[in-house]
Structures are given as C-alpha cells and as structure tokens.
C-alpha cells in the first residue's frame, strides 16, 4: 500500500501497475500507472490529479423526488437503522451500485425498469448480489409507497436471478459433525457449538455474552438474550454438552462476548460466516465432509433434532429458535416432516406384511377334523 496525502484512497497494485480509486464511491482516479511507488505519489500530488480528487470526494445533491433521493433519506432513516449490521452493510453496498440511476424520477419507474437494472447487474455481478439489490430497492420502496412518494412498489414480486441450492443449509449429519469439532480451531469450535446446541444465527453468536449465560433451577444453566431478529426476549435451557464446553473456556473474569477470534469479538457476523465458509469448504475439498456444510446448518440440525427426538410441531419448534413465525420452524424442519411420512409409510407396510403372515397362518394351517364334516353335511 503506498501512502499519499490525499485521503480515502485505495490503491492496488496488478500485474507491476498501480490502480487508485476513491474509497468512499469506488471511482477510479488513476488505471494502469507504471512506475515506483515515489513516482506515483508525484504523479498523485500533481494538480490534475488533486482536482479529480476534489470533484470525486464533493458529495452529489440528487432532484427531489428522484432515485438518489430516496436512497439518501432511506440510508438515515430509521427503518434504515432498526436493520441488523449485516443487513445494512449489504442493502448500502447493493444500492451504491445503483448510483449511474440515482437521477432517475421516481414516478417514472416501472417493474421493467428493475428488470433491466437487476439483469445488468447479473451480467456485471452475480446473481445473488442481484437478487439482494431487488431486495433492498423493494424494503426502500415499500416505505416509500406509505409515505405517498410512490403509488406502487415496482420491485414486488420480482423473480430471482439465482437458483436455489437444495443442499444450502443443509442439515449435519453426526460423523461431520465429529470430523468438524476434531478439526476446528477454539475460534469456530465455540461458534459451532453455540449454533448446535442453541440454534442461533451468525449474528446471534457473535452477540451472546456471559452475561446470558444464566443459572436456572431445571436445567443447571440457560441462555436469555434479545435477538437481534425481532427484538423479542428469548429464553432456552443449555444442554449438559454446551454446559460442559463452556466451562471449559470459560475465562476468570467471564464478561463480554463468548464466541471470540484471537481473543477479540468477531467484526461482524459475516466475518465469521467467511471464515466458516473457508474452512468448510477446505474440510469437503479434501473428502473429510460431503460439500454444503454451512453454519446456518447448524439452525437446521438443532430444529431438525427437537423434531424427531421430542415430536415439537412446527409453533414450539419456532419459540425454541427465537422465531415469532410458525412457518420458519416449518422450513427448518420439512426434511424431518419427509422423513416420518416415509418412515410411516413403511411401518404401515411392516404391519401389512405381518398380518398377511398371520392370515395366511390362520386360513391355510386350520386341521380338518369330523365336527366340521358334521357342520357342513348338516
């Protein structure tokens, strides 16, 4: 990285050429410079370049009532605001990339308009950044819409540009999840565990402190916490394992965030979805896991195994991972609802087979004997 007097520059070296854009709106000042970093630094001190600089950094003022309008009021807004991290990372990332449109009138969009947009940005992106874009313009516009700045939501109802993956999320099977914990550092192990044996989201985990780690009279521990989610208390016993585990790490003075990296809190919960993927997907290339491991899986195995062990209907198993929806415990759990109608279906086969047996036992193994000549000549 060379170092320049100018400000909120990002500067990348390709190929023994330099690239230098304006960090805060990605455009680029300077491509394909050749020369040592000294020569750069002159080459960005000269009054061209200082005047490009300026132009970029001035914020932009957007017509009333246009695109770049309404992104600006969405992204302080307080809707805006109530947004997990993530989220509003994401949703300000996918609309900047709609800044070229930012003039666009708002009475002039129309759903083909978003079509085109989200098309474009497949072919320059990819299709899930897409599909996040249509995302975050239909929540910005359906606020809108309340507001009477726009009579209908031109985003609703857009199809996907990205294919759904059957196995994304998929539910762990037990030697992965022996094979993961013996491979893991501590960092993922305590994250691992918190989303097995809790159900919680990324952003959950890298929330939870001892602070929620509480005594309870039935279950020796539990975790009480607000979601991020929804915002709604949740209270839910920890299991003899996660018990076991925790008070293995736990620290003297146990305050702060549980799941740590390097003995600080994750950033964001999307660094350790990353550092999650990496590692998963590093464990199936080598054939130690079958691919589609996620940590969000885990959600998946702790609703999966309240199901089948307990026979929780799709209500109590959403009140169990901090869900108000019903549907959610649903979609968590719909391979296990498959599983019994198929694992009826053969019991009730098992049962036809043995009374067949016996049927045939009792028509074919019958002794004849005079009392029933007796009964049939009379």
């Known amino acids: 990285m060379v170092k320049v007097r100018l400000e909120g520059l990002k500067i990348a070296r390709a190929r023994g ?10 455009h680029a000042l300077l491509r394909g410079f050749e020369g040592s970093p000294e020569a750069l630094r002159k080459r960005l001190a000269q009054p061209d370049m200082i005047g490009a600089y300026n132009v970029r950094r001035r914020k932009r003022t957007y017509p009333e009532q246009s695109l770049g309008w309404l992104v600006e009021w969405f992204l302080k807004s307080n809707e805006f605001k109530d947004l997990s991290k993530t989220t509003q990372d994401e949703y300000s990332d996918r609309l900047k990339y709609l800044e070229p449109e930012y003039d666009f009138p708002l ?4 759903t083909a308009d978003i079509y085109g947009v989200r098309d474009k940005c ?5 299709p899930a950044f897409a599909d996040k874009m249509v995302t975050a313009l239909s929540s910005m516009f359906a606020l809108a819409v309340q507001r009477g700045w726009m009579k209908i939501n031109p985003a609703l109802g857009i199809k996907r540009a990205s294919k759904s993956n059957p196995e994304a999320n998929r539910e762990w099977r037990p030697e992965e999840w022996q ?7 501590l960092e993922l192990k305590t994250a691992y565990m918190l989303a097995r044996h809790l159900g919680y989201r990324s952003q959950s985990i890298v929330a939870v402190t001892w602070e929620n780690y509480q005594p309870d009279k039935r279950f020796g521990m539990c975790f009480r916490m607000r979601h991020k989610k929804n915002s709604e208390p949740h209270w839910l016993p920890a299991s003899p394992e996660l018990q076991a585990y925790l008070e293995s790490i736990r620290p003297v003075k146990a305050t702060g965030p549980i799941a740590l990296r390097k ?13 999650s993927s990496n590692f998963l997907r590093k464990l199936a290339a080598d054939g130690l896991v079958e691919p589609g491991l996620t940590e969000h899986g885990l959600r998946v195995t702790f609703a999966a195994e309240i199901k089948r062990l307990t026979g929780a209907n799709d209500d109590q198993v959403a009140a169990a991972l901090g869900d108000r929806d019903t549907r959610m415990g649903a979609h968590y759990t719909r391979h296990v609802d498959q599983e019994n109608k ?3 279906l053969w019991a009730q086969r098992a049962r036809t087979d043995q009374d067949l047996e016996n049927s045939n036992k009792d028509v074919f193994q019958i002794e004849k004997s005079d009392s029933i000549d007796n009964d049939l000549e009379e």
């Open 17 to 26: 050429k330099y690239y230098v854009y304006v960090r805060a709106t990605g």
């Open 107 to 110: 009475e002039d969009l129309t």
């Open 122 to 126: 497949v072919r320059e992106k990819w």
């Open 179 to 185: 094979t993961v914990m013996a491979k893991a550092r």
């Open 263 to 275: 003995g600080k809190p994750w950033a964001t919960p999307y660094k350790l979805q990353k550092a």
């Open 342 to 344: 198929i694992i009826f």
